[in-house]
């Protein structure tokens, strides 16, 4: 019977300066799932690995499962599921790890039935995926993992989605400090209200970063990274936050912020040699304070999901 | 004895979503210098035209006369400059009249000493100029004036400019309608304090202005014009806003919002034909509330000053 192995990559949203509205794809880490054609209809989860029995095999409350379950109601197919999700990287972490799953699903569904979908349309079903996961159907992490490169949310309704390429030499240094930084305390250390001085500084910044990846220009990327608004709140849950940011400064990237809502940080760089060294910088500098903490290190992702035979 | 004559035109800050980060120059109106060389040290303004007898004759109080003596002081020429400064648009409309003759000063100042400095680095004298207009040193509508296009101020400490050409087929159309708005009143309306909602709808339109502008969709570029932030409060101190905005859309306007501090708004359109219609139906809907209004169709300026013979 026939099958498909996809993989779908993490993603950092926010990019520092443009909380909720950007977000992009890295080359690894990210998830991989095995799909199959089941005699049962809907969608069978068989197997789920690499998630620490956190991850719920019922395929109406697993974001993989609900992603290609809204694409099979969408697209008026009846034949059935089987799943294999293979985790392969940090849940809870802020790199996106329900929007590969989701991603991955209804991506490699797609490919099973010979994509009756161009590749955009998927983003709804993956966006169903992230509401299970998060209670809300963000596409800051599921439009950059489908999409790859950098990814503009323009606005929800009507969803507004602009592609915006990454530039050859941009790397991307990952770093997942081993602490839990819980979704509704990252949420909480949000203001509702923020000084519209800091609002124009950001969206200067946000010019500047759209600006910046569209020419190629990294020294404006990096000068455009910063966040005036998010970071100064969350990075209170983060310790070290700073000394790591610092450190990875120093060692050559040329921006630093949270990755999503944290704990994971992100650092770009414009070489792969510096990329490694800003990691082992932001390791040493969490393990000062006995933080352990996991680096991946890659280019931008500009394509998306890959089918793995 | 030689003379040089300068063009530099009106401009438009804000541009909808970009509150005090961006601006744009238009090809018309504008206003014009002539400078000579003088016995006399320092800047003589010998006459001012247009102005209805608004501005002053002091050259350390008129902005055009600020601009060039700061050029002066800080380029070390001890010769002297007459200036005629010939208004050719409305003062404190919103169209950028001070950054105009501001910067139509310095160029032609520069011009004048067989240039100096580079276009660029005029830029901090023509600010000089605005400050004495309006009390800070603002870049907005000087940094497009001097340079063309759009003009991102990333941000002043340090300085950061970034211009983003315009696409070749984007025309604006300006209404002046003839009422007065006390700056301290536009200022006023502004609040200290912003909905994070709105900030990140608001950036979420930056990044799709920024990327329609240099990726050439007008599409994208009209969607991205809304302003969530301060189009809500200033346009209550223009009467007839919200009709003169929806009669500027139905003729065709792509995107459509208050220029600068106001009164005057710019719609933008692709050719140059809507662009004239938009403003005539503009006008009619001042007309309509007994407001006469004064309209300008032009293409986006790409070059800023020009020399004229």
Chains 1, 2 share one sequence.
């Not at 779908?8 to 520092?16: H, I, K, Q, S, Y």
């Not at 809907?42 to 993989?64: E, W």
């Not at 950059?144 to 240094?173: M, N």
């Not at 040699?273 to 006995?290: H, N, P, R």
Request: charge should be negative; include cysteine; charged fraction near 15%.
């Amino acid at each position: 019977m026939e099958s498909i192995r996809v993989f779908a990559p993490a993603t950092v949203a926010n990019v520092g300066c443009a909380f909720d509205v950007l977000g992009f794809a890295v080359a690894q880490p990210g998830d991989e799932v095995l799909v199959q054609l089941s005699d049962s209809p809907g969608v069978t989860i068989t197997t789920i690995t690499g998630d620490g029995g956190r991850l719920p095999t019922d395929p109406r409350k697993n974001t993989a499962g609900v992603s290609i379950l809204a694409f099979l109601a969408a697209t008026g197919i009846r034949q059935g599921v089987l799943l294999e999700l293979h985790k392969q990287m940090p849940l809870g972490s802020g790199l996106g790890s329900s929007a590969a799953s989701a991603v991955a699903g209804v991506f490699a569904a797609n490919a099973l039935f010979n994509d009756p979908l161009e590749t955009r349309e998927l983003l709804p079903f993956a966006m169903e995926g992230e509401r299970i996961a998060c209670g809300s159907a963000h596409a800051d992490n599921v439009a950059p993992a489908l999409l790859g490169g950098f990814v503009l949310i323009r606005s929800y309704a009507p969803l507004d989605i602009v592609c915006i390429p990454a530039p050859d030499e941009l790397y991307c240094t990952l770093v997942h400090p081993f602490i839990e930084i819980r979704t509704e305390d990252a949420r909480r250390v949000l203001k509702k209200y923020i000084p519209l001085k800091s609002a124009v500084a950001q969206w200067g910044n946000v010019a500047g970063l759209v600006a910046g990846l569209l020419r190629t220009d990294y020294g404006l990327i990096g000068r455009s990274v910063q966040d005036h608004v998010v970071e100064p709140e969350r990075s209170l849950l983060i310790p070290g936050f700073a000394q790591v940011k610092a450190a990875a400064m120093r060692a050559g990237a040329i921006g630093c912020s949270i990755s999503g809502s944290g704990p994971a940080l992100f650092a770009l760089s414009t070489h792969f040699e510096t990329s490694q060294t800003v990691a082992e910088a932001m390791q040493a500098a969490f393990a000062d304070i006995k933080i352990e903490a996991r680096a991946f290190v890659s280019k931008i992702n500009n394509h998306g999901p890959e089918i793995r035979r």
